[in-house]
Every structure is written in C-alpha cells, then in structure tokens.
C-alpha cells in the first residue's frame, strides 16, 4: 500500500510543464510591483501556525511560498483561504497562487494549471467517536460525513460508500459538529485531523480517534495557478524539484510537523538518486484531458 501510494504521486512529476503556445507576463508582474501574493490555508496545523501577538498566519506552507518569493526577490504576501473562496480567489487574480493542501483532480486541472511536481500526496481521514462503531469507510453508509465546502471527499464518500454528505465552511465548523453529533464523521486531509488528537489541545479529544488508516483517495497536493500561465507553472515546479532534491522540503515538513513518510521523504530520496521522472504513459492517469 505504501509503494503503490508513492508510486502513484511521483506518476506527476515527469510531465512536461511548459506548452510552446505563449508566454504570459505573469512573473513580470510579479516582480514588476515586487510583491507574490500566495493563497495558504488559514490556521491549521501542522500546515500553518497563528502568532497570537501579530494575528498573522505561518508556519509550513508559509515557508514554501517564501521561497517563492525569496527566488523571484519580492515580498511575500500570504492570503488565507478556505475551500469554498480559493478558487475564486486565484482567478479573480486576489492571489498570485495556492500553496494550500489541494490535491489533484481531474475537474480542477480543467479550469486551473498547476505545477506538474507534487509537493505531498493526502488522503483523507474520517474523525469519529470512539464509540460509534465506526471502523471501515463502508462504515459510513447512511450516516453523516462532514467535510469542507468543495472537498474532493465529498463524491467519494456518496458514490462508493454511501455516507451522506454535509459541507461545511471548513475543518473547525467541522470538528465542532462532530462532537456536537451533528455528524458521525468528520473526513479531512488525515495529517490535519492527525495533529488536531496528537496536538496541543489533544485533551479535548480523547474521546475521538480516527476510524482507519487507509486513507481515502490519496492524491498528489499541487501549486495552482490560474489556466494558461506557463511561467509561472515553469518557475513553480523548477522550485519544487529543488526543494526535493536539496531536502528544504524534507527538513520544513519536519519542523512543523508534517507527516514525510508518505511521500516526502521517498521523493527526496528518489530525487538525489537522479530517479525523479517516470516514463510519460506511467501519468496518464492524471494527465488525460489535461492541456495546462
């Protein structure tokens, strides 16, 4: 199961990002008003932190889109995001990019472009009561699965196994409706529910746990952009191949927390051992239909 899942995230990372169509002037701009404006996801361990003394946002996925910036020699400016605005926001042109945990989809790839390296493979989670009796994902047929608005949880956990589905703003909304028994389930990308019963405030939660370690439809996490910016999609995974390959991605994701053994660290280790691409028909799962 491990092998087959990091098989089937480095399945992006031989494709070719750049389409000889056009070039935009995406990263002219950029460094034209000398400012990468970078959608994050808000507060959410372990992927971004609060400062309580300032009230802004850091943490790990900070720390990847100032390195972005850090290569273009702008500022940072980090916007956070939630499921139901990140879209909006990126192509209404409020952020430059997403540096948020959205995984690859086929819908997606179809009205935005992203960097074809991924920079973690996630699946989801499901949250339960310890008493629910909740054990399987078949365990959710009939019953309440909370998820974030927009979550590519949502279509699996109706179709293949039969949960009824309740959108939310987001992960807290979700959680306190979870132990509010408004839902029996609250599914989530599995390192965020992961730190929410290992975190700081683990207390609150020792009557919850995760109902199985198979994680539901892990898929690579990407960098969008918006369609048909080619370089910017050129600079991004340039940037990701080396953190890969450096081990700046490694050592962050260790730092705040992250979960590395999914992928991260077998990318790391594939990268400095020169075996980073994959024959072009092993992505063509992910590709088909796909023209950044």
Known sequence: MHNRFVSTALLLVGMTAVHAAWADATLEKIRQRGKLSVGIDGPSPPFGTLDTATGKTGGYQTELAADLARRLGVQLETIPVTASTRVQFLQAGKVDLLVANIQWTQERSEILSFAPTPYDLVGGAAMV??????????????????????????????????AIVKGLRGIPESLLALKGGTCAASVH????????????????????????????????????????????????????RDWHRTGFLLSQARKFGVPDGAYIRPAHDHAKQGKFDVAPQDFAVFTEGQKP
């Open 129 to 162: 009561s310890k008493q629910s009796g909740i054990k399987r994902w078949e365990d959710l047929r009939g019953k309440v699965a909370c998820v974030s608005q927009g979550s590519n949880f949502a279509r699996p956990l109706a179709e293949q196994y039969g």
């Open 189 to 240: 990308i599995q390192p965020a529910l992961y730190q929410t019963l290992n975190g700081p405030n683990k207390g609150e939660w020792t009557a919850f746990t995760l109902a199985t370690n198979d994680q539901l439809i892990p898929s690579p996490t990407v960098v969008w952009t918006r369609r048909g910016e080619q370089d910017t999609v050129a600079f991004v995974d340039k940037a990701i």
